[in-house]
């Protein structure tokens, strides 16, 4: 008796896992960051079932914490700003930054969607006609929301998330039937039918397992740059990575890649795990290794970098690798931090360019950046400032890399006239750093006779 009804039970379940999928069926989303959310969208638009599920309990991911831009070439806030740009140029900017090793076809679909894209967002109510000059482009391609002088600030990454939940919301408003939303629950195997994958196994806030079934599954579950699991892709595909912190999520464990792996998917670029210069050290906990990105819209409005030195070491608007390669040779260990630092300094003009509610949350809530008066100038003061700054003035375009010192060897403070010089003297030598040929790149910083300017410490940090 127990062997029929063990027999009848596994026939069902057989039968259930194999059932055909019919054409009405849902398409399963796994990952609800920007590529997940735009898949359900497009599915639902086409006429088709969506069922979008995330690990978290909000969409987003770690695209939500995009705090730079989107790039795209030939779009209309391009075409406004009068950017000389062209798919071609889009695409040996991009091969030169991968260093040619990138797949070409995969760069051609980049630079002639881009424009489409970027597009798609704007048509979901995402503002994104500002555009700035980021890391490894020759022209501004990177578009953001035009910074609000005041109010709250819009961070890029989650305006976008926000705009897509609600659209995909409004879609399941208006036709339940279309869309479901599974949130805190994890996708830890694929179901088959024949030769095609039709659903997904799931666990859902404790031991309770669900086979959910559709007619295909998309996996957008993202990168593994927090993945720290004992069958960790990182130290599997880029060992070297493993000792920076990282800006990413703990959903980010590349969970998904494995999952297609164990169905026998092929791999490729795995070891391309990319480091961003700059994030930012919380002073509550210096030595997280989980950081908050110093973006590189800050470099690209005007942030320049400087060792303990106070020298200026390299272009803050080159490549990310390069950069940090220039971090690691040129600064020195923060030993609270226990990590090589760049110190990173904004003046007004950068700050009004990144603009004040998003700054002010860097500064004011986050507490990263310090807020370096006429007393810090003081503090940072060196003679080599003087020196070097005097002994360049006769030039002007072909100055040296001049210095601002900053660090251990700094004249005790003092307000008296002769400091209050010196400090002078000091936002001239700030005025002429991005003049320095070794390394501009873009419209000089202007640094002049200001007295305060904003000072943080920057380590590199894993990425992506
Ligand atoms: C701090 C930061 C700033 C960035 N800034 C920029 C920028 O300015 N411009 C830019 O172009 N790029 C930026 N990036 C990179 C960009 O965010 C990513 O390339 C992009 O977000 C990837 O999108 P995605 O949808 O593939 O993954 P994600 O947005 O990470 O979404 C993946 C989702 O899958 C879910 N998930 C994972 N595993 C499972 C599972 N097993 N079951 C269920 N759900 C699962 C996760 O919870 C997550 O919500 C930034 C990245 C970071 C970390």
New binding site residues.
């Given amino acids: 008796m127990h062997l029929v009804l063990l027999l009848a039970t596994l026939m069902s379940s057989s039968l259930a896992l194999s059932r055909m999928p019919k054409d009405d069926d849902p398409v399963i989303v796994?990952?609800?960051?920007?590529?997940?959310?735009?898949a359900a969208i497009e599915i639902v638009n086409q006429g088709g079932k969506v069922i979008l599920?995330?690990?978290?309990k909000d969409?987003?991911?770690?695209?939500?914490?995009?705090?730079?831009?989107?790039?795209g070439c030939g779009t209309a806030a391009q075409k406004i700003m009068k950017i000389d740009d062209s798919t071609d140029k889009f695409y040996a900017d991009t091969m030169s930054a991968g260093d040619r090793e990138n797949n070409p076809a995969l760069v051609d679909t980049l630079v002639h969607d881009s424009a489409e894209s970027v597009q798609f967002l704007i048509d979901h109510g995402v503002n994104l006609m500002d555009i700035n000059l980021c890391g490894g482009h020759s022209v501004p391609r990177?578009h953001?929301i035009p910074s609000p002088k005041e109010g709250k600030p819009s961070p890029?990454?989650v305006t976008i998330?926000r705009a897509l939940k609600q659209k995909l919301l409004d879609l399941q408003a208006a036709n339940p039937d279309a869309v479901t939303i599974k949130l805190e629950?994890?996708?830890?195997g694929l179901v088959t039918w024949n030769d095609y994958i039709t659903g997904?196994n799931?666990v859902h806030g404790g031991p309770k397992r669900e086979e959910i079934n559709g007619k295909a599954v998309i996996l957008?579950?993202?990168?593994y740059?927090n993945d720290h699991e004992k069958d960790s892709l990182l130290a599997e595909f880029a060992p070297k990575m493993i000792k920076f912190p990282?800006?990413?999520?703990p959903?980010?464990?590349?969970?998904?890649v494995k999952?297609a792996r164990a169905m026998g998917a092929q791999l490729v670029d795995m070891q391309y795990v990319q480091v961003?210069p700059t994030a930012f050290i919380d002073p509550a906990q210096p030595t997280d290794r989980t950081k908050?990105?110093a973006?590189?819209?800050l470099r690209g409005k005007g942030a320049l970098l400087l060792n303990d030195k106070g020298v200026r070491f390299g272009n803050e608007l080159g490549r990310r690798d390069y950069l940090t390669e220039r971090i690691l040779e040129d600064c020195a260990l923060d030993k609270e931090a226990n990590a090589k630092v760049a110190y990173m300094v904004m003046n007004e003009e950068a700050v009004q360019g990144f603009g004040p509610p998003a700054f002010n949350f860097y500064w004011k809530i986050k507490k990263f950046f310090t807020l370096a008066r006429c007393r810090i100038f003081d503090l940072i003061y060196h003679s080599h400032t003087l020196r070097t700054f005097r002994s360049s003035l006769s030039s002007t375009h072909s100055l040296p890399t001049p210095h601002a010192a900053i660090g251990s060897k700094c004249s005790r403070p003092d307000f008296g006239e002769k400091n209050r010089r010196r400090r002078r003297c000091l936002c001239i030598s700030l005025a002429i750093l991005p003049f320095s040929p070794k390394f501009h790149q873009r419209q000089p910083v202007n640094f002049a006779f200001v007295d305060y300017y904003w000072l943080t410490i920057a380590p590199p940090c894993r990425?992506?």
Avoid: M, P, R
Avoid at 185 to 188: K, L, S
Avoid at 251 to 256: D, E, I, P, R
């Fill in positions: 796994v990952g609800g960051g920007l590529a997940g959310l735009s599920i995330d690990s978290q969409v987003g991911g770690n695209s939500a914490k995009a705090s730079s831009g989107i790039n990177t953001w890029v990454g998330i629950t994890e996708v830890y997904v799931t957008a579950t993202g990168g740059s990282t800006t990413n999520g959903f980010a464990k590349g969970s998904g999952i961003h908050f990105l973006a590189e819209a990425h992506f």
